[in-house]
């Protein structure tokens, strides 16, 4: 009964997560000065803070997608400023580089720079990743930090500033072009070139894509999260250019931030979508974060609209559009947290005879917080994982790394993958990426059958966890270059697929001489 009491004291203790701040003791050390660039969606506030970052003399960029920090990776190597890139599935070291642009998870909060560049900062309160943005905001070690996002975060920034005293500048952004709601769409032969349907299922979307080509002539691309970042901006590219043939987008809330697209009118089929566990309708955030993406400065359509189909939406939903687009976004008033790898490792050792799952399982159900901070699903995540490979001889910092792998664990092929690798790990010197026979056929193409996008779009998430695992185990991963050949060659296929409706060139030309 005393060794109990001993131990639920440990408990209390060890998961006391209380003044996240102290835990980055490099930031703390510095007299940050942060500067937060807040505004709308095509407002500007994100490219004066990469011009500083340009012409610092060392610094960071951390973002949401592996496609921004791409963006931010080319664009200072197009401006002779050496960078190197950082995310889950590819590392690249360039020589004499100073700076680094990564996804926001692969923030280096043990170096020193000059200025870090944290964008869509507002994602702190994101239910999944927010623990990745606070870790940034706390952790990030520059003496200019900058903040860029809408301004939902202000006032959450404005406390966690003041209560690690530190410097805070506020640089409100005004939207480059006008935004404005106009009349619901009342048949899709009313679509024209620049307009981009909303959908919130991979399944609507692509029912969606068959009925705008078949109804209307016109050839859309398809923008949504399970695609490959790769053929999300081939999707882009071929949408933005005048004389590809391809006039519409359909595409999920993926658009939301990370590709640069010249939209018209953003035309949402419904107004409520399923986010995990209910169907809801949109909040004023989304519909601005979404919405806003219509009308690009610079761009063929410098002003934009946003609007619905009439079909799916009553005069409620059109008038809660409405006035969404005339609101500022909801604030945020909590950002998300996950104990450090440091903090698990000592509830391990004071309990040893918790499995690691367990372990996760009591910062679940005994944390103690500031008001200020609530806890991410991620730590579910970890939960789940962990008791898949719950019986395999790994240490607590391996059941860590593969427990954090990017796995849907909606998707049961991704999950048994993992167990697989996690298998192989323990019982053998290497780990093979193993694709099934049929898989191997559809690669040399001599599978015979049509093979689905879906299962495509699988077989490249698959690949992606092995080549994250293999940069954390190199030397039991050996198959990173193949992996990536496959990558390659899956995107392709899927990129092929996604072009059955490409016109030819016969109809591109038309398509020309019509403008």
């Given at each position: 009964m005393?060794?109990?009491?001993?131990v639920?004291?440990d408990?209390v203790?060890?998961?006391d997560l209380?003044g996240p701040?102290q835990w980055?003791p490099?930031?703390?050390?510095m007299?940050?000065h942060?500067v937060?660039h807040?505004?709308?969606t095509?407002?500007g506030?994100?490219?004066?803070?990469?011009?500083?970052l340009?012409?610092a003399?060392?610094g960071?960029?951390?973002g949401?997608?592996?496609?921004?920090?791409?963006?931010?990776?080319k664009?200072?190597?197009?401006?002779?400023v050496?960078?190197d890139?950082?995310?889950?599935?590819?590392?690249i070291?360039t020589?004499f580089?100073?700076?680094?642009?990564?996804?926001v998870?692969?923030?280096?909060?043990?170096?020193e720079v000059?200025?870090?560049?944290?964008?869509?900062?507002q994602?702190?309160g994101?239910?999944?990743?927010?623990?990745a943005?606070?870790r940034?905001?706390?952790?990030a070690?520059a003496?200019t930090?900058?903040?860029c996002?809408?301004?939902?975060?202000t006032?959450?920034?404005e406390e966690?500033?003041e209560i690690?005293?530190?410097?805070?500048?506020?640089?409100?952004?005004?939207?480059?072009?006008?935004?404005?709601?106009?009349?619901?769409?009342?048949?899709?032969k009313?679509?024209?070139?620049?307009?981009?349907?909303?959908?919130?299922?991979?399944?609507s979307?692509?029912?969606?894509?068959?009925?705008?080509e078949?109804?209307?002539?016109?050839?859309?691309?398809?923008v949504y999260?399970?695609?490959?970042?790769?053929?999300?901006?081939?999707?882009?590219?071929?949408f933005?250019d005048?004389?590809?043939?391809?006039?519409?987008?359909?595409?999920?809330?993926?658009i939301?931030?990370?590709?640069?697209?010249?939209?018209k009118?953003?035309i949402?089929t419904s107004?409520?979508k399923?986010?995990g566990?209910?169907?809801?309708?949109?909040?004023?955030s989304?519909?601005l974060?979404?919405?806003?993406?219509?009308?690009?400065?610079?761009?063929e359509?410098?002003?934009?609209?946003?609007?619905?189909l009439e079909a799916?939406a009553?005069?409620d939903?059109?008038?809660?559009?409405?006035?969404?687009l005339?609101s500022?976004?909801?604030?945020?008033e909590?950002?998300?947290?996950?104990?450090e790898?440091s903090?698990?490792?000592?509830l391990s050792?004071?309990?040893p005879?918790?499995?690691y799952?367990?372990v996760?399982?009591?910062?679940?159900?005994h944390s103690t917080?500031?008001?200020?901070?609530?806890m991410?699903?991620?730590?579910?995540?970890?939960i789940?994982?962990?008791e898949?490979?719950q019986?395999?001889?790994?240490t607590?910092?391996q059941?860590?790394?593969?427990?954090?792998?990017p796995?849907d664990?909606?998707t049961?092929?991704?999950v048994?993958?993992?167990?697989?690798f996690?298998r192989?790990?323990?019982?053998h010197?290497?780990v093979?990426l193993d694709?099934?026979?049929?898989?191997e056929?559809?690669l040399r193409?001599?599978?015979?059958?049509?093979?689905?996008?879906?299962?495509l779009?699988e077989?490249?998430?698959?690949?992606?966890?092995?080549?994250?695992?293999?940069y954390?185990?190199?030397?039991?991963?050996?198959?990173?270059?193949?992996?990536d050949?496959?990558?390659?060659?899956?995107?392709q296929?899927?990129?092929?697929?996604l072009?059955?409706?490409?016109?030819?060139?016969?109809?591109r030309q038309?398509?020309?001489?019509?403008?």
């Amino acid at each position: 009964m005393h060794q109990s009491k001993e131990v639920n004291n440990d408990v209390v203790a060890l998961t006391d997560l209380r003044g996240p701040s102290q835990w980055y003791p490099l930031a703390r050390s510095m007299k940050r000065h942060i500067v937060f660039h807040c505004g709308p969606t095509n407002s500007g506030k994100t490219h004066g803070a990469l011009v500083d970052l340009e012409k610092a003399d060392c610094g960071l960029y951390a973002g949401p997608l592996r496609l921004l920090a791409w963006q931010v990776y080319k664009r200072l190597q197009g401006n002779a400023v050496p960078c190197d890139l950082r995310t889950g599935q590819e590392i690249i070291d360039t020589p004499f580089a100073r700076h680094k642009s990564a996804t926001v998870e692969m923030t280096d909060v043990n170096s020193e720079v000059e200025v870090a560049v944290i964008d869509e900062i507002q994602m702190v309160g994101d239910p999944d990743r927010g623990h990745a943005f606070t870790r940034a905001l706390l952790g990030a070690p520059a003496q200019t930090v900058y903040l860029c996002g809408d301004t939902s975060a202000t006032s959450l920034i404005e406390e966690i500033c003041e209560i690690n005293d530190e410097q805070l500048t506020i640089i409100p952004h005004q939207r480059l072009g006008t935004l404005s709601f106009s009349s619901p769409v009342r048949s899709l032969k009313q679509l024209s070139r620049g307009d981009c349907l909303i959908c919130f299922s991979r399944h609507s979307i692509h029912e969606m894509k068959k009925r705008v080509e078949r109804e209307t002539g016109l050839k859309a691309c398809v923008v949504y999260g399970s695609l490959p970042p790769q053929a999300r901006q081939a999707q882009a590219t071929l949408f933005n250019d005048p004389d590809s043939g391809f006039d519409i987008l359909i595409a999920s809330d993926a658009i939301g931030m990370g590709l640069n697209l010249h939209i018209k009118r953003i035309i949402f089929t419904s107004l409520r979508k399923f986010d995990g566990q209910e169907t809801r309708r949109l909040t004023v955030s989304e519909v601005l974060q979404i919405g806003g993406r219509a009308g690009r400065y610079g761009s063929e359509f410098p002003t934009g609209e946003v609007t619905c189909l009439e079909a799916s939406a009553n005069e409620d939903d059109v008038d809660f559009l409405r006035e969404a687009l005339k609101s500022k976004p909801t604030a945020i008033e909590q950002a998300g947290l996950t104990p450090e790898f440091s903090a698990i490792q000592q509830l391990s050792e004071a309990i040893p005879n918790l499995d690691y799952h367990e372990v996760i399982r009591q910062f679940q159900h005994h944390s103690t917080l500031d008001g200020l901070f609530f806890m991410t699903a991620k730590l579910q995540d970890l939960i789940e994982l962990g008791e898949a490979i719950q019986q395999l001889p790994l240490t607590l910092n391996q059941r860590h790394t593969f427990a954090m792998a990017p796995v849907d664990l909606r998707t049961r092929s991704q999950v048994k993958k993992l167990i697989s690798f996690a298998r192989q790990f323990t019982s053998h010197s290497s780990v093979a990426l193993d694709l099934d026979p049929a898989v191997e056929a559809i690669l040399r193409g001599t599978s015979g059958r049509p093979v689905p996008l879906e299962d495509l779009e699988e077989l490249a998430a698959v690949v992606d966890i092995y080549i994250w695992l293999a940069y954390r185990f190199p030397r039991e991963f050996r198959e990173m270059e193949y992996a990536d050949v496959v990558r390659q060659q899956i995107v392709q296929m899927i990129h092929d697929k996604l072009l059955i409706s490409a016109p030819d060139k016969f109809k591109r030309q038309k398509h020309r001489r019509r403008r």
